[in-house]
T-cell receptor, first 109, second 115 residues
Framework: GQNIDQPTEMTATEGAIVQINCTYQTSGFNGLFWYQQHAGEAPTFLSYNVLDGLEEKGRFSSFLSRSKGYSYLLLKELQMKDSASYLCAVRDSNYQLIWGAGTKLIIKP | ETGVTQTPRHLVMGMTNKKSLKCEQHLGHNAMYWYKQSAKKPLELMFVYNFKEQTENNSVPSRFSPECPNSSHLFLHLHTLQPEDSALYLC??????????????FGPGTRLTVL
């Protein structure tokens, strides 16, 4: 079967750095997405990786290793507004998105 | 604001009621999706429409009935629901669903409670 694993919850301190991991086992791979979802709001697109390596976008970076079936989202200089759930999704060989259950990130002052 | 709107934002209904959820996208996309989001579970894809044609129906019970009259509007008709159908229902749209870079944009969801 297809599976995406992410930690359920993480806690970090304002101003610090946090890394949210995602491992996947899917039938084929056509890219990996990260979304941010604040409570009661729409998931919003953060990043897309299809090749190995690090993609940097401001305070957020996303890394992919296809051989290891592994990705992480790195958030730097954490702000209180970064408190949200972070969803990892992989596009499989049928072009369907397979979703993880999300990681709830709690930022403390 | 992602360009995808959903109404109503909250809905409480009894098991014998009939209601409809509405989604509208203002992004010029050709693909639209219905997802179910339950607490601490992955997003569950329910239906996909591409150029107004239904391309996916992931074993969804018949008490959920989608309708896509044009590429900008998507409805989810609900009847004789069960309490376990209580969840957040998310609508999304994307350019056309056929490219590996195709990115889905989500609406804010309808929080449905079935009593």
């Amino acid at each position: 079967g297809q599976n995406i694993d992410q930690p359920t919850e993480m806690t970090a301190t304002e101003g610090a750095i946090v890394q949210i991991n995602c491992t996947y086992q899917t039938s084929g791979f056509n890219g990996l997405f990260w979304y941010q979802q604040h409570a009661g709001e729409a998931p919003t697109f953060l990043s897309y990786n299809v090749l190995d390596g690090l993609e940097e976008k401001g305070r957020f970076s996303s890394f992919l290793s296809r051989s290891k079936g592994y990705s992480y989202l790195l958030l730097k200089e954490l702000q209180m507004k970064d408190s949200a759930s972070y969803l990892c999704a992989v596009r499989d060989s049928n072009y369907q998105l397979i979703w993880g259950a999300g990681t709830k990130l709690i930022i403390k002052p | 604001e992602t360009g995808v709107t959903q109404t109503p934002r909250h809905l409480v209904m009894g098991m014998t009621n009939k209601k409809s959820l509405k989604c509208e996208q203002h992004l010029g996309h050709n693909a639209m999706y219905w997802y179910k989001q339950s607490a601490k579970k992955p997003l569950e894809l329910m239906f996909v429409y591409n150029f107004k044609e239904q391309t996916e129906n992931n074993s969804v019970p018949s008490r959920f009935s989608p309708e896509c009259p044009n590429s900008s509007h998507l409805f989810l008709h609900l009847h004789t629901l069960q309490p376990e159908d209580s969840a957040l229902y998310l609508c999304a749209s994307s350019q056309d669903g056929s490219q590996h870079t195709d990115t889905q944009y989500f609406g804010p969801g309808t929080r449905l409670t079935v009593l």
